[in-house]
């Protein structure tokens, strides 16, 4: 079972990113962000006060907003928590552990929560 390419109909660039040497000014490790990967996904907003399908804008401080996304993509490219994804000319912090779904014992896809935060 594969998942159906005709539902993958935006296209997203995704950076992972890896441990590296280089330290902050307070000596916390910075990860090093891998040149991008571009990968077909399914983008749908997250369900927010608006009703099912919503998208989340929450206002905070009256200049920040948020925007969260459900992302779906093949397993061909690994996603991890750390990584970023630009999708039309903007830019999204994975939130959480994607989640790698199975179908009879192979990688089917994988579903992960985008966020952009403004403001």
Known sequence: MTIRRAAL???ITLFNRVPSAAKSRYGDPIDAEL???EVKA???PVGGSGG???????EQ???TRISRYVCTVAPIEPVDA?????WLGRSFEVVGEPRLFMARGLP???EFT???VLG
């Open 9 to 11: 109909r935006e296209r």
């Open 35 to 37: 040149p991008g990967v």
């Open 42 to 44: 399914a983008i749908q």
């Open 52 to 58: 099912v399908g919503a998208t989340i804008e929450l």
């Open 61 to 63: 401080s009256r200049d």
């Open 82 to 86: 750390l990584a970023r994804v630009e």
């Open 108 to 110: 089917h896809h994988y």
């Open 114 to 116: 985008i966020e952009e």
